[in-house]
């Protein structure tokens, strides 16, 4: 894609006072750093001047039998002895990063693509859209192990630590769980007294648009309760950012989570939390694909910058989320625990958007139009959900057992009114005209889909220990759901769709331990997607989602090792897989739908993390992917013998910094993409592949005072151009964003 140069004086003036602003922050830290190497009294950054709050970066003492790494009771032992592959990613490192949503801080871990959404739908393209080891994880987002419905863009401002499973799961979370989940772990208050926060101000090069943000973070013991151990914490952001390297388009949030704890430090325990967060944007739909040299063979590609917006100011994307959440815990034994926890949300989308292309490009270089589509959504979705947990160490014979045991209730809903359809009109792709009046807007048409699923199950996982060096892991989870499926047409008649459904995953893996700090395993795992897992339920013959469909049946089996060295400080783990989905659907030209398709996914991955030392951060993982449609249609977008869309064959990622003595970080890192695939069934003549890439960031930061530290980041530190993410149809994609800068004070008092 060329990039232009903007043609409007005031914008060149801004971005030259943007240069030289960038140019003198850097100096002056790099200025206060190299004068601080020297320095003889040793000054710390936040996290090292409060060691006492606990992060994963922190060392693991290897004479601790049962040091914990992830927030679920389900994993009762060490990641370095758990079977599966699982990267936990702390706050300290996105802090750092200057990190603001759950997708900015997945780039830190491999073998996950981002999307842009299927057709470039309002319903499917907004928030954390990403695929995992080959399929779409986007559904299996969990919030303190519950899962958290909706299409949204989820911020950092009140999580402690996000955990990334990788692999079939369903042992661990029920249906769906083809490739993984991520489960988001939330803050809650503590036994000491502090003020935590983050001033941010961002800015790039190629626009006028600003970054500003704001968090706070309180936590407040009393001493003086009648109950012992009461704390009081509270989160709060605000934010207002224009797009990077994108004109008109910005996100507008604010957030509070209040929580209060009584029992810390004691044997029972009890935690409430609030959460309410709104989010006002104006979305970006990203540029039509015809944009892309090469893409339409031998046509010229229009210049046009990378900062062209082509939806309208008029457009909307609000999001309103509420969260509640009471646990509580009780240690009747060092070796037997109960845990009770009941978690209510509910989210509320609604959107009225723009986007460039429809079924395919939708672009005639004889003319120079191009078809831009309004459309609308709205999807209200809200799960109440009750979960109880036992864990308990005792012996059976001679052999030790570590048993997670318990059950799980909840109720799911999803209510989505249908708009009319949407609005096209063609426009030329060379001045889209932002402020322009739309040719519509969608209105609801009378027709609603109104969705509620009911789960009952019950799990095990239980860890024996033959001996010292031996051990093997066995979880199953049964549960059984009821889907009720009401679509009302916009005449008022209505008709119902109803799933019930027992289903059972499993997994199970032997350890072997040469060494006290070190393990080597092998596991196995099957997970099941039955229909309606998407809150979408048909009677059509052969849909993936007709309630007579079988499940969808994920396998996988997986060789790993995971090595502790320097005493806990470096964690290194390694492992190969192979995944197989059957029972997918495919529609035949000839014969319809089939449901006995089979996906093949299977490859290697290698993470390094936490510390060489108290002051080295290292962060990475690489992963080499291989797919394949087993069986599939011979025409069209399901060929049997290609690889299924949007998976990188290779993607890595490694992130590190270093605090000296006197108090100065230097950190940075790298990602990097090979080509990304994807299904083009409008256009299959054009090339289907977006660019490999690689992007490097840098960050340094200088504590100015003994509560305050001045952080500068700066991402894309070599302006290249990418693609972050194309949906599937071939419309449209999103650029990657230009070079930018973020200025930051941390503080902590």
Do not use: C
Not at 276 to 297: C, M, R, V
Not at 366 to 377: E, F, P, V, W
Not at 467 to 481: G, K, P
Not at 568 to 578: D, E, H, I, P
């Amino acid at each position: 894609m060329t990039k232009l140069a903007t043609t409007s004086t005031s914008a060149a003036e801004n971005r030259a006072a943007v240069r030289q602003g960038a140019a003198a922050l850097t100096a002056m830290i790099m200025a206060q750093g190299a004068g601080a190497l020297h320095a003889a009294t040793p000054e710390y950054t936040i996290a090292a001047a409060k060691a006492s709050e606990p992060t994963l970066m922190s060392e693991v003492s290897v004479e601790d039998s049962k040091p914990k790494s992830v927030s679920s009771p389900k994993f009762t032992e060490p990641l370095r002895d758990t079977p599966q592959t699982v990267v936990v990613i702390p706050s300290e490192v996105y802090l750092q990063q200057g990190a603001a949503s759950l997708s900015d801080v997945l780039r830190n871990t491999s073998g996950i693509t981002f999307a842009a959404g299927e057709g470039g739908s309002a319903a499917s393209t907004a928030g954390d859209a990403f695929y995992m080891r080959g399929f779409d994880t986007s559904n299996n987002i969990f919030v303190d192990g519950v899962r958290d419905i909706g299409a949204y863009s989820r911020d950092v401002y009140n999580l402690e630590q996000v955990e990334v499973a990788k692999g079939p799961a369903g042992a661990d979370i029920g249906r769906g769980g083809a490739s993984g989940y991520v489960n988001v772990s939330t803050k809650t208050p503590r036994l000491e007294s502090f003020v935590g926060g983050t001033v941010s101000y961002g800015f790039d090069e190629e626009t006028s648009g600003s970054r500003r943000r704001t968090t706070l973070d309180i936590n407040q013991p009393f001493t003086g309760s009648a109950i012992k151990g009461t704390a009081v914490r509270v989160n709060a952001l605000w934010q207002d950012n224009d797009t990077v390297g994108r004109d008109y388009a910005n996100s507008k949030s604010w957030g509070v989570a209040p929580s209060l704890a009584l029992g810390l430090g004691t044997p029972t325990r009890a935690t409430l939390a609030y959460q309410h967060f709104e989010q006002n944007n104006l979305p970006d739909y990203g540029l039509p694909t015809a944009l892309l040299p090469g893409y339409i063979s031998a046509i010229p590609v229009p210049q046009m910058p990378r900062s062209t917006f082509y939806g309208y100011t008029a457009d909307r994307d609000d999001v309103n989320s509420d969260s509640l959440v009471g646990r509580l815990e009780h240690d009747f034994s060092r070796d037997l625990k109960l845990t009770n926890q009941t978690r209510y949300s509910a989210n509320q989308r609604t959107a009225i958007v723009t986007t460039p292309g429809q079924n395919g490009t939708a672009y005639t270089p004889a003319t120079g139009l191009l078809i831009r589509s309004r459309q609308a959504n709205k999807r209200d979705t809200s799960i109440l959900s009750n979960q109880t947990n036992l864990f308990a160490h005792f012996f059976t014979g001679k052999f030790a057992n570590d048993l997670s045991t318990g059950l799980e209730l909840s109720r799911e809903t999803a209510y989505s009114p249908a708009f009319t359809s949407a609005t096209q009109v063609a426009i030329p792709i060379t001045s889209p005209n932002p402020d322009g009046t739309p040719s519509g807007t969608p209105v609801r048409s009378g027709a609603y889909t109104d969705v509620q699923t009911k789960t009952a199950a019950i799990y095990a996982f239980d860890t024996i220990h033959f001996s010292d060096r031996w051990s093997a892991n066995a979880s199953v989870r049964a549960e059984n759901y009821s889907t009720h499926y009401l679509s009302v047409a916009a005449t008022g008649v209505p008709s119902t769709v109803d799933a019930k459904h027992g289903l059972v995953s499993w997994k199970t893996g032997l350890v072997y331990k040469p060494v006290l700090a070190g393990s080597i395993y092998a596991a196995y795992a099957i997970s099941l997607t039955p229909p309606g897992t998407d809150f979408t339920l048909s009677s059509a013959a052969g849909n993936q989602n007709n309630p007579d469909t079988d499940p969808q049946k994920t396998s996988n089996i997986e060789l790993g090792m995971k090595w502790d060295f320097f005493h806990g400080r470096l964690s290194t783990n390694a492992a190969v897989f192979k995944t197989v989905n059957d029972k997918t659907v495919f529609t035949d030209p000839v014969l319809g739908p089939i449901p006995a398709g089979k996906q093949t996914v299977q490859g290697t991955e290698f993470g390094v993390s936490r510390r060489f030392t108290d002051n080295w951060i290292v962060l990475g993982s690489i992963s080499y992917l291989e797919s394949e449609i087993n069986s599939g249609t011979t025409s069209g977008g399901n060929p049997a013998g290609a690889s299924l869309p949007l998976i990188p064959r290779v993607s890595g990622n490694l992130y590190t910094s270093f605090r000296f003595a006197s108090g100065l970080i230097l950190g940075g890192g790298g990602q990097y993409s090979s080509e990304v695939s994807r299904r083009d069934n409008n256009t299959p003549a054009v090339p289907r592949q977006s660019p490999s890439f690689w992007l490097f960031n840098a960050m340094a930061s200088y504590p100015v005072t003994k509560d305050i530290v001045l952080r500068l980041n700066v991402n894309n530190l070599f302006d290249r151009d990418y693609v972050q993410a194309a949906n599937n149809n071939g419309a449209r994609f999103n650029p990657g964003a230009p070079r930018s800068y973020l200025l930051s004070a941390d503080f902590r008092f």
